[in-house]
């Protein structure tokens, strides 16, 4: 864990003496089985860090296996936040602390943890059973595998029976709660307040007090044990970090890109509806998303997910804002539909969270695959507008922008996330609403005076083509996925009527970039190297290059919202750079893409393990191509 720069970094004590030093910044993981709540208490841990005004950030690591063998490695779910004093950009590359609540949680995780970091396992698991299921030779506390870390082993399980002694919870409902039994025990370390977790619980299980009951006293008989027997010689504090002024609240990927959805919605005047089919990790959208229908927002379950994007496209057509949300499997089974939606030229938002593939591959792990799927993963000449969201707050603007673009522009417009930015969190400050950019809807007018309606007649800037509302006097049209001739909209086989289309719908996704703000860098436009990033792996890139930068290297950062089409001044920007490299979770997607248009060999470092990049293997990378450009 690392101090503040005072001599000392002993700022007072806990009331029996004990000192309590400060802290700039702290990582934790808690890990154990997927029944053992630490998705949970890692939450619990951060709404509390968040509203003791430190900055967070946070990455959940769900199991792939739905229900994997207790104690068993493919079982093991973990939840890592790191919580600091100062703006942070990762939830950290290795732990501080490790909450290991079984030998396979161990197993998995201990390597990670930095040196001399505090390891508090719970004891209760280390049967002979328990470690043959994790695959451990022998005990890990006995043979040196944890040597040179601060071990602390507590009999979770018993101590929490103990608290439990007088509630009405039989013992496998007493077992359950010692992952609050170990929260408690953080809370006392770190010197947070057990406040925020006592109204959490009090309205989550609001139905059930028993539970209510049970699980704030295993917390409280934590905190007391972690008071009581000095198993901690220190404690620690991180004190609140120096955010730009405003209202903040703690924000998932997920629920940051609904609610950008939301307030598109409300800013253009125009109803959303979003036509769903249940995916890993795109699932919680719809479930976000059913809860605004006092804001005119309708959800619909459909049965496969060429029903949900069907239903949007009709939806759109109907003169909603049609969206449909799914991950690369579903994206793969959407294709034909999102076809159809741009050939009607109707504005649709396809939200994919990516994971990682091919096929049901790993479903709860990060990736960013799914660009070229994005990009040309459709029958034909269909080109689509593609943007990235970079960091759970991010989302708000990308969803916001997405919505922008469909109804400004009358395109399908596909979101790429993934389930790094999805789960994570991090404080976001509120917007002002009035400030929100515009978004212009022209609705085409009724036709009383017996002249024709001309559907492809488009807008002289943006080449936009009327949105017609069903039932609307005069507006009778044909719509569907025959070509059409422009300015009629009639059913043409024509063949230079074809190729006009073909580079009218590509040259309307084109000119969207006459409007897209120029690239901003992370310093100086000209240097050494230039790093490009977008999607997830934009806070590692940041912290590696301004640690890179700091230490006095000609390096620099710029991050890509837009890919499709790409910004006007990136090929400028690359050219004043004697290297350019981009990290991406894919096998260097979009450093080919870049590679082809605009001729310059950007470099590609690609990851894909499932896992986010790390801040220190990105500038261990970058260091390297620094010594050999000197």
């Known amino acids: ?23 700039d910044q702290v990582v934790i993981r808690f890990a154990g089985d997927s029944g053992d709540g630490m998705q949970l208490t890692g939450d619990q841990f951060t709404r509390t860090t968040a509203l003791m005004g430190n900055d ?43 909450v290991a609540m079984n030998p396979a949680a161990l197993k998995v995780h201990y390597k990670a943890l930095k040196p001399n970091g505090i390891l508090l396992l719970n004891t209760a698991s280390f049967g002979e059973v328990e470690l043959k299921k994790a695959k451990w030779a022998a005990d890990p ?4 595998s944890l040597d040179g870390y601060r071990v602390i082993e507590v ?18 409902g007493k077992d359950r709660c010692k992952n609050m039994y170990a929260l408690g025990i953080l809370y006392w370390l770190f010197h947070r307040d057990m406040q925020p977790t006592e109204k959490a619980l009090a309205q989550k299980f609001a139905k059930k007090p028993e539970i209510v009951e049970a699980n704030l006293l295993a917390m409280k008989a ?68 059913s809860g605004y ?39 793969a089974l959407k294709g034909e539909a999102m076809g159809l939606a741009i050939m009607a030229e109707l504005p649709l938002v396809v939200l994919n969270v990516q994971r990682a593939g091919p096929s049901t591959g790993m479903p709860t792990k990060t990736q960013q695959a799914d660009l070229l799927q994005a990009m040309y993963g459709r029958n034909g000449e269909s080109p689509m507008v593609v943007i990235a969201c970079s960091t759970p707050a991010d989302a708000f603007e990308v969803g916001y922008e997405a919505i922008r673009i469909a109804a400004e522009h009358m395109v399908p417009v596909m979101v790429l996330s993934d389930g790094y930015i999805a789960n994570g969190s991090e404080p976001w400050r509120l917007p002002d609403v009035d400030a929100l950019p515009p978004i212009t809807v022209k609705f085409a007018p009724a036709i009383t005076d017996g002249s024709k309606f001309e559907p492809y007649k488009r807008d002289e800037k943006t080449l936009a083509r009327p949105w017609a509302k069903p039932g609307t006097v005069g507006l009778v049209h044909r719509i569907g996925g025959l070509e059409k001739q422009d300015v009629t909209g009639n059913i043409s086989y024509d063949p230079d009527n074809h190729q006009h289309m073909i580079d009218t719908r590509a040259e309307k996704v084109a000119r969207v970039a006459d409007g897209l703000p120029p690239m901003q860098t992370l310093g100086e436009r000209t240097g050494d190297v230039l790093v490009l990033g977008w999607g997830s792996p934009r806070g590692a890139i940041t912290a590696a290059v301004m640690r890179l930068q700091k230490q006095g290297h000609k390096i620099s950062a710029a991050f890509l919202r837009y890919l499709n089409p790409l910004p006007k001044d990136l090929g400028e920007l690359m050219k004043g750079f004697k290297k350019v490299v981009l990290p991406e979770l894919n096998k260097g997607q979009l450093a ?20 986010p990049f790390t801040s220190q293997a990105i500038e261990d990378y970058m260091s390297k191509l620094l010594k050999e450009i000197r």
Do not use: W
């Not at 929490?160 to 509630?167: F, G, H, I, Q, R």
């Not at 959303?272 to 719809?286: C, K, V």
């Not at 619909?300 to 969206?323: K, W």
């Not at 605009?598 to 499932?610: A, H, I, K, M, R």
């Open 141 to 144: 506390r006995r043979d040196g």
């Open 56 to 98: 967070i950030a946070t990455f959940p690591d769900f199991p792939a296996e739905i229900r994997a063998p207790a104690g068993t490695l493919p079982g093991v779910s973990a939840f890592q936040l790191r919580f600091s004093s100062f703006d942070i950009h990762t939830p950290g590359d290795a732990p501080d602390v490790l």
């Open 592 to 611: 080919m893409m870049l590679r082809a248009k605009f001729l310059v060999d950007v470099q590609s470092y690609s990851q894909v393990n499932g896992q």
């Open 293 to 331: 229908k006092n804001l005119g927002v309708t959800t619909f379950q459909a049965e496969d997910e060429i029903a949900a994007i069907c239903a949007a496209i009709g939806a759109s057509y109907s003169g909603l804002l049609g969206i449909t949300s799914t991950s690369g499997p579903g994206v």
């Open 222 to 289: 934590g905190h007391a044990y972690a008071e009581t027997t000095e198993i901690f010689q220190t404690a620690y504090q991180v004190p609140p970090a120096k955010l730009p002024p405003g209202t903040y609240r703690n924000i998932m990927g997920n629920q940051s890109l609904t609610l950008g959805l939301v307030a598109a919605s409300q800013k253009a005047g125009v109803p959303l509806f979003l036509g769903s089919y249940p995916i890993t990790p795109a699932s919680d959208i719809l479930h976000q998303l």
């Open 1 to 23: 864990m690392q101090g503040t720069d005072s001599p000392t970094g002993l700022q007072q004590s806990t009331p029996d003496g004990r000192p309590i030093q400060e802290l």
């Open 155 to 172: 009999d979770l399980t018993e101590r929490t029976k103990e608290a439990l002694a007088s509630t009405t919870l039989d013992n496998r």
